[in-house]
């Protein structure tokens, strides 16, 4: 194997690493932001009776779930970047040419979704 693919496959592993770091780094935050709103909401159940609180905490779980949160570049790449390493990168270059691109990075955001949906296949 030549230097020159092992620096690309190090360079690729890199790339999944900061995705994954990145991916982490979301999932904290947005666990101190939700401790945040559960501890600032508190004292204002305390009063309440346990049905009361009940169904606001049903209401409240009701309405977290259908935000979605959009699809970045990172965490596309990190898939197609594991496909890739799977033995399917010419299978990755095909869907990306499909969606109208040489590189994920000329790919509309829009078509993210589609995108992992066809690489899911894979």
């Not at 010419?90 to 992992?116: M, Q, R, T």
């Amino acid at each position: 194997m030549g230097k020159v693919k092992l620096l690309l496959d190090v360079i690729d592993d890199l790339h999944s690493l900061a995705d994954s770091l990145q991916a982490v780094a979301d999932a904290v935050a947005e666990n101190d932001a939700s401790e945040e709103m559960t501890t600032t909401k508190e004292p204002e159940e305390k009063g309440r009776t346990k049905a009361a609180t009940k169904k606001t905490t049903a209401k409240k779980s009701v309405k977290a779930e259908p935000e979605e949160k959009p699809l970045t570049l990172e965490e596309v790449r990190a898939v197609l970047a594991e496909k890739s390493r799977a033995g399917h990168t010419a299978e990755v270059k095909e869907l990306l040419n499909k969606h109208g691109a040489d590189k994920l990075s000329e790919i509309d955001p829009a078509e993210y979704s589609a995108l992992l949906a066809d690489a899911e296949v894979l």
